[in-house]
């Protein structure tokens, strides 16, 4: 096994159990008879430190290498083997954790069982769909244990989950030219539904954004539903039209969805329907989200913005921020008069000071009197390694607006 060796006190970090290597705290690499590095192998690394017999390796943790400013991401702080009982151990304690917070369910068929550094296991998203999972590899050594992810799954999960789709075409590195196709790589299904919360969901897996569905807004989709009664509510960037759907069991008047995607709009007249069938307060709109809101937006006193990612990456921040920016002002200058508007930033990139600093900036520019009534993040299937802050992605603020 290669060693990495590290700078002299670049191990600090990583004695804090943070799971990231960076490529500047590495002194050398040496390998170890024949071998030669390769992206996406298993290495060991270690601090050199002086003994009375001379410099000695010292452990610090195993990891995958990659190439990139992220040189290694840890897998273990301990020095064991990285074999099939380290992947069984590791995604049992994930689906454990989920059973314990009691979020499978039979009316919950749908989570995240797998959340990359929150779970230990970084650079890997494992979403549930029934008995169906959907795997994505964020790094190439992630997409190297696939099979032995596909071959453990099942006894991870007492039998749970017997179909395992491998979707990670758009999440690899581009430049490790690894050829990965998506499909199936342990059984096979067509059936794509599942619930949350009682409510049924077609799942596109095939074709659909991330794996599929957003499952990290369940809990803020639940609160949709507690405000919805007697509402006229928009949803925009509507996608699957999850918060349309908990809207209208919530009781709600009347419900626009917005998607610029025609897809999107497809799917979310099918889930619609899947639960409400002929139910004429529903209505989609195939349009630009920015358009409709200046057009349309004083017809609705709840509004739920939940656009993608402004910023993927730091670069694209301040672009990030100006878009927040100017959504926000629109809602807030078209909204009625004792509406209430949930806002979310889903951008990594963006932390919680700057993304409420945008809202709040668009609040002064419309003059309306705003109150924050809730604070919202990420539900409890994605969660944060308290070594690993960088996992807190998902920011949203609901809003009384006067």
């Not at 032995?148 to 581009?174: D, F, H, M």
């Given at each position: 096994m290669t060693d990495i060796v590290l700078r002299r006190g670049k191990g600090d970090s990583l004695k804090r159990f943070h799971p990231w290597v960076f490529s500047g705290a590495i002194y050398?690499?040496?390998?170890?008879?024949?071998?030669?590095?390769?992206e996406g192998d298993i290495v060991r690394v270690v601090e050199s430190i002086t003994t009375s017999e001379g410099n000695?390796?010292?452990?610090?943790?195993?990891?995958?290498?990659?190439?990139?400013?992220?040189?290694?991401?840890?897998?273990?702080?301990?020095?064991?083997?990285?074999?099939?009982?380290?992947?069984?151990?590791?995604?049992?304690?994930?689906?454990?954790?989920?059973?314990?917070?009691?979020?499978?369910?039979?009316?919950?068929?749908?989570?995240?069982?797998?959340?990359g550094e929150g779970d230990r296991l970084p650079g890997l998203i494992i979403d549930v769909y029934g008995d169906t999972a959907v795997m994505q590899s964020h790094?190439?050594?992630?997409?190297?244990?696939?099979?032995?992810?596909?071959?453990?799954?099942?006894?991870?999960?007492?039998?749970?989950?017997?179909?395992?789709?491998?979707?990670?075409?758009?999440?690899?590195?581009?430049?490790?030219?690894l050829g990965a196709k998506d499909g199936f790589i342990l059984g096979k299904t067509d059936i794509n539904l599942a619930q949350e919360n009682g409510i049924k969901f077609h799942i596109d897996w095939l074709e659909g954004q991330k794996?599929?569905?957003?499952?990290?807004?369940?809990?803020?989709?639940?609160?949709?539903?507690?405000?919805?009664?007697?509402?006229?509510?928009?949803?925009?960037?509507?996608?699957?039209?999850?918060?349309s759907v908990y809207a209208m069991r919530g009781g709600a008047e009347k419900v626009?969805?917005?998607?610029?995607?025609?897809?999107?709009?497809?799917?979310?007249?099918?889930?619609?329907?899947?639960?409400?069938p002929c139910d004429h307060r529903h209505e989609a709109f195939c349009e630009d989200a920015f358009k409709y809101l200046?057009?349309?937006?004083?017809?609705?006193?709840?509004?739920?913005?939940?656009?993608?990612?402004?910023?993927?990456?730091?670069?694209?921040?301040?672009n990030a921020l100006k878009g927040y920016t100017r959504l926000n002002a629109i809602a807030f200058r078209k909204i009625r008069p004792g509406g209430v508007i949930?806002?979310?930033?889903?951008?990594?990139?963006?932390?919680?000071?700057?993304?409420?600093?945008?809202?709040?900036t668009a609040a002064a520019q419309s003059g309306r009197h705003v109150r924050i009534l809730h604070q919202l993040h990420q539900p409890v299937d994605h969660p944060i390694n308290i070594y690993h802050p960088e996992g807190e992605y998902l920011k949203g603020l609901v809003l009384y607006v006067e």
């Open positions: 050398k690499v040496v390998l170890h008879g024949e071998e030669e590095l390769r000695e390796f010292s452990f610090v943790a195993l990891g995958h290498y990659q190439i990139g400013s992220i040189a290694v991401r840890v897998l273990s702080f301990e020095n064991r083997p990285i074999d099939r009982n380290f992947w069984l151990s590791r995604l049992r304690e994930a689906w454990e954790v989920r059973k314990k917070l009691n979020i499978v369910r039979e009316d919950n068929t749908m989570f995240r069982m797998v959340h790094s190439v050594g992630m997409h190297y244990a696939r099979s032995i992810i596909a071959e453990v799954i099942n006894e991870a999960t007492e039998g749970r989950i017997k179909n395992l789709y491998y979707k990670s075409e758009t999440t690899l590195p581009y430049k490790a030219q794996t599929g569905f957003f499952v990290d807004q369940r809990d803020n989709r639940a609160l949709v539903e507690t405000y919805a009664r007697g509402k006229n509510v928009l949803n925009m960037f509507c996608y699957t039209g999850g918060f626009h969805s917005v998607d610029a995607s025609a897809k999107a709009i497809e799917l979310t007249n099918a889930n619609v329907s899947l639960n409400f200046e057009r349309a937006g004083e017809n609705y006193n709840l509004i739920i913005l939940d656009p993608p990612a402004f910023a993927k990456h730091k670069d694209a921040l301040r949930f806002t979310f930033s889903c951008s990594q990139a963006v932390n919680k000071d700057q993304f409420r600093l945008a809202v709040f």
